[in-house]
Each structure stands twice: as structure tokens, then as C-alpha cells.
């Protein structure tokens, strides 16, 4: 595998791939890779001739109060793991290479509306930074298929989106959630987690897999959705939401529609936020 840093050396492998009539499929990430990160790579790999993967942590979708700088920056493991998981080459720019006029003096995309709730509600600017990095890296590496996890469903339809909206030529594929064996989504953050708020964790999904069997059993959205809140701080969490949508568009849904809905639950555990959702009919 190789591992270019520049724009220029991405390009010159791309584009020998391309004139061979090879098809290239992309893995964005923000390093720290694990088996969640390791199966889109895979995926990629079943698919398309070539694999890209991208290691950034990309300023701009932080908050002022987030975690950029302890953002875990793991690149010589993660090098290891990816030429292991099938890529063929590894986008390892600097900020100065995606935003050479600084993160401030930026092009900044907004995608409105999907944006409003949920995920961008909570973290404004957050999907700003999301898209306008995602829509660099897309034209930097120019693929054929990109792979986004499902374990990020708002970021998944923000892209998908901002895709269809500039009709960028790619297309997006969404990718299952892999979890540890309790349950627990696979995440960078999971290792910010006291041994105790580990084992605690794994309640995020509990209540997801809850709140899908109650909409099932045919009780009120609303109701669900604040038992979820109520059960979740009991058990020491500061939940941001616990919310029943439409899988498709992230509206809400009305009361007794039970098709094509996804749980979605932010809750903070100690200085960790942790997100999950989990898709129903
Ligand atoms: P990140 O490095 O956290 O920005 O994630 C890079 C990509 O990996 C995104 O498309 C995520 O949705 C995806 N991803 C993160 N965790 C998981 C997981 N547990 N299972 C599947 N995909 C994941």
C-alpha cells in the first residue's frame, strides 16, 4: 500500500489507475481506524478495481469545545490496518493541503434542512465542516463509489444529498454498523470511556433496540422517545436526543406510521458524546 500526502501524488496514482480502466472506490476516515473503518474498506474492496482511504481529522466539523486536539492520531497503526484490510493507497494530506487558504478563508458548503436537527442541532457547523471536507476529498480522489458508514446515518444522508444536489459523479453507499460483541457501536471515541463507562456504554444500544420493540408493540413516538431519556439519565447519561424519524429524510414521523424509521440516540457518558441508531420497519 502506498501512502501519498500530497494533492499532485494522489492524483498521478489515480489517474494511472484510471487509464488502465480501473474503477476506484473511497474510504474517507478520520484515522484511528478500527473493524467499523476496516469493513467499509472491504466493501470498497469487493467492489471497485482500487481502494483509496483517507486519514484526516478535519478542523472544521470540531466545535470550539470539542475533542480536535485529543482526537486520537494513530497513523502507523492505522497504515498497518488498511493495507492489511485491502486498501491500495492512503490520503494522509496536512491541513494546508485541503484548506490552503485556512480553515477560516475556506469554501464552506451548507446543506440545509436535514441539517437543522438531531446532529446539527447540537453541533453547529458541524456537517459545514462535514460536507465542505467530504466535497474536497471527492474531488481530490474522483471515485467511482464512496463508503460511509450507517453508524453516522445523518452524516450518510448529508452526503448522499450534497451528492445528489451538486450531482456530483459518485455515488454513496451506506455501510452496516459493526459492533462489539455486547453491542456497542465501534468508535474512535469508545477508548475516551472509563472501564466502568465501557461496560455502562452498551445501554445506547439497549435502548435503541427498546425503543424499536415499542414502536413495534404500537406505543406513541413521543412516549417512547422521553421513556428513552428518562431511562438513559437514570443510568448516569446526558442524553442530546432519543428520537424516532423516517429513515429516509430524517423528518418525523406521524403517530402510528411504523415503516421505514430509524431510532437515533446522542448521549454524553462523563466527557465522552456517543452516537447510535438503529434502523426498523
Ligand atoms: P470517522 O473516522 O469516525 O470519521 O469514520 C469514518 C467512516 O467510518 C464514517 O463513514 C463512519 O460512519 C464509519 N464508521 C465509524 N464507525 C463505524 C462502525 N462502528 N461501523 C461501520 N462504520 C463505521
Given at each position: 500500500m502506498q501512502t501519498v500526502q500530497d494533492a499532485a501524488g494522489l492524483r498521478a496514482t489515480v489517474r494511472g489507475w484510471r487509464s488502465q480502466g480501473h474503477t476506484v472506490g473511497f474510504v474517507p476516515t478520520m484515522g484511528n481506524l478500527h473493524a467499523g473503518h476496516h469493513s467499509l474498506v472491504k466493501l470498497a474492496r469487493a467492489r471497485t478495481d482500487r481502494v483509496v482511504a483517507s486519514?484526516?481529522?478535519?478542523?472544521?466539523?470540531?466545535?470550539?469545545?470539542?475533542?480536535?486536539?485529543?482526537?486520537?492520531?494513530?497513523?502507523?497503526?492505522?497504515?498497518?490496518?488498511?493495507?492489511?484490510?485491502?486498501?491500495?493507497?492512503?490520503?494522509?494530506?496536512?491541513?494546508?493541503?485541503?484548506?490552503?487558504?485556512?480553515?477560516?478563508?475556506?469554501?464552506?458548503?451548507?446543506?440545509?434542512?436535514?441539517?437543522?436537527?438531531?446532529?446539527?442541532?447540537?453541533?453547529?457547523?458541524?456537517?459545514?465542516?462535514?460536507?465542505?471536507?467530504?466535497?474536497k476529498l471527492f474531488n481530490l480522489v474522483q471515485p467511482d463509489i464512496a463508503i460511509f458508514g450507517q453508524k453516522d446515518f445523518q452524516q450518510l444522508k448529508v452526503i448522499e444529498r450534497m451528492v445528489r444536489d451538486l450531482s456530483l459523479p459518485v455515488k454513496v453507499m451506506g455501510a452496516p454498523t459493526q459492533r462489539a460483541d455486547d453491542g456497542l457501536a465501534l468508535s474512535s471515541r469508545n477508548q475516551y470511556l472509563s472501564p466502568q463507562e465501557r461496560a455502562e456504554a452498551v445501554q445506547i444500544y439497549q435502548t435503541l433496540q427498546q425503543m424499536r420493540d415499542l414502536i413495534a408493540k404500537g406505543h406513541a413516538r413521543k412516549v417512547v422517545e422521553q421513556a428513552a431519556a428518562s431511562k438513559l439519565e437514570r443510568a448516569g447519561f446526558l442524553p442530546d436526543y432519543t428520537a424516532i424519524r423516517r429513515a429516509d429524510d430524517l423528518s418525523e414521523?406521524?403517530?402510528?406510521?411504523?415503516?421505514?424509521?430509524?431510532a437515533l440516540i446522542a448521549a454524553r457518558l462523563g466527557t465522552t458524546r456517543l452516537i447510535d441508531n438503529l434502523s426498523f420497519d
Open positions: 486519514v484526516f481529522v478535519n478542523p472544521t466539523q470540531f466545535g470550539p469545545n470539542e475533542d480536535f486536539e485529543r482526537y486520537p492520531r494513530t497513523l502507523a497503526q492505522d497504515q498497518a490496518g488498511l493495507a492489511e484490510s485491502g486498501c491500495d493507497l492512503l490520503f494522509a494530506p496536512d491541513v494546508a493541503t485541503l484548506y490552503p487558504f485556512g480553515a477560516a478563508g475556506s469554501v464552506s458548503l451548507r446543506v440545509p434542512e436535514i441539517t437543522d436537527t438531531l446532529e446539527g442541532a447540537h453541533r453547529p457547523g458541524h456537517f459545514d465542516g462535514v460536507a465542505t471536507v467530504v466535497c414521523p406521524a403517530e402510528g406510521e411504523t415503516e421505514g424509521l430509524v
